[in-house]
């Protein structure tokens, strides 16, 4: 989180306070425990606190320093029970609060966080952090009204944060302002003209908006200052004309990894390397250094293939008792859900609706996630009501589309639950799907499972599975559009789409990329181009890369016109 390393140092040396142990033996255990932790030697600290732990050792610093400790560790869970722990001691101490709020909403525990985050500000109303925190799981919780209160009110109290100008950026980004957006984002960058990440969140606000050429010279301007900033190069690598852009071609080309410190860092080098011999056609090499890349990001991002198919499984047998899934309810169309893989059309497909004008494109928003936590325990009764609420928050167009991808596992709550709703389902070439989720080097937390070929075989292989259960069940209500056939043919398919979703016809659907509207996923730069199917069959440009996914496919006799054969059904 960005900030935050003055605050972790200091976490990291919480002192010593008048403790009364109850021998010598653990007050030297203690001491030893302390000492480790703060040389760094977190695991050795770790051990020493367990067996405090299990000695019935109860003090408010134990339990703080013990969950710091797990918490370097990466041990949340720990953490968390520990931090709750010196709550119960001390409740009128903000560092375990503030701390609870930010690991819950690492965690996507947004509504645990809240509560938390919001006492922290109460114990100790002037520490930035502790708003920054609130702001973020406000975002989070898709209540853009309160976020922006909150964020005005930290601006007054730390006029010398460009953070709460940033953030205030990024809010207004979210709910289509993209003129209140532009200022607050400049207003950032006069706090901190210096600054590698405003600059580069206005350079990627940008790029979003269709302003290309202004974003290159904010990120020209970001190297100029900081030679080592990976996502500036990799940014560039999505943007840049190899023929006409020789100079930040030649220099992601001549960089060395060795040069960058972090993990991160160096997988963003050879993702920004792999696109451009990608452009520059040199499939081979760009499928070597991409394989390094992905390889690379699996060791910082392991797969969360078993936990997403857990999740939609879990989903899926919940609801399959219960009969009032059954029977699909479309009063009059309001709400257009578009779900399938990243990477499968999605964006282009919003963008051409989005052509509308009383269309408002929510891109990909978890509004839908917070309406069925909300509504649960009226089993969804009023699950309508709470989701048009939350939309209003972002737009009062008639119509508003949700891009959220993994709303294909909500498919019997939309239809069922909300009244006003259709499902649009793209898919694509398998093998063109993986290879460009593989290319695409997500940021965020849900699609670790693209760094691996196999794992997104099998993810494609199983969203078959469950969108044939889907189908028999909700035939009506879900329009199964192929990419391929779009670009091809984008006309003809163009107005089959809009016939079923009821819009009246306009040739302004056939130009998606004069859009208006803005794009901020990783199809942002192709979706401001106009359709073109240059990426069909592009999978062949990596024969021998795809080799293992063919073979997969072919084992379990999944045939790669799947989806087109169940969409003929």
Known sequence: MKGFQNSNKNNQNIKKRNISFRTNENLNLYHKAFESQNNGDFVQAAKTYRILFQKDFRTEEFFLNYAIVCQYLKDTNSSIILFKKAIEVNSKNFIPFFKMGFILNNK??????????????????????????????????????????????????????????????????????????????????????????????????????GSKKDSIKFLKKILDKN??????????????????DQDIKNKIIDLKIKDFKTNKDRFNILFSKSHVYHNLKEFKKSSEILKQANDLKLLEEPSNLKDIIKISESIKNKIHLDKSFNNPELKYIRDIFIVGLPRSGSTLVESI??????????????????????????????VDEIYFNYSQNFSKKKYITNKMLSNYMHIPHILSKLKHSKVIYTYRNPLDNLLSMYRAKFTGKGNEYSSSLIDSAEYYKYQFQIMSFYNEKYKNYIYFLSYDKLVSNPEQEIKKLISWLGFKWDDSYLHPNKSQQGFFTASNVQVRSPINSKSVGGWKNYNELMQEPKNFFKKNNFSLTSFDNLNQS
Do not use: C
């Open 353 to 382: 609706i989005g052509m509308n004008k009383d269309v408002h494109n929510l891109g990909e928003n978890s509004i839908l996630r917070n309406a069925l936590v909300e509504s649960e325990k009226s089993n969804f009764s009023n």
């Open 108 to 209: 996507g525990r947004f509504y645990e966080a809240y509560p938390f985050a919001k006492k922290a500000i109460e114990l100790e109303p002037n520490l930035w952090q502790s708003y920054h925190n609130l702001i973020k799981i406000l975002i989070n919780l898709n209540r853009p009204k309160e976020a922006i209160d909150i964020t005005m009110t930290a601006k007054k109290l730390f006029s010398k944060n460009h953070l709460f100008s940033e953030l205030l950026g990024e809010i207004f980004k979210s709910t289509g302002n993209f003129e209140e957006a532009n200022k607050f984002f400049k207003i950032s960058i006069s706090l901190a003209p210096d600054n590698d990440e405003a600059l580069y969140s206005f350079a990627n606000f940008l790029i979003g908006i």
């Open 227 to 244: 030679p080592n900033h990976s996502m500036s190069y990799y940014l560039f690598s999505t943007i840049i004309n190899v023929e006409n």
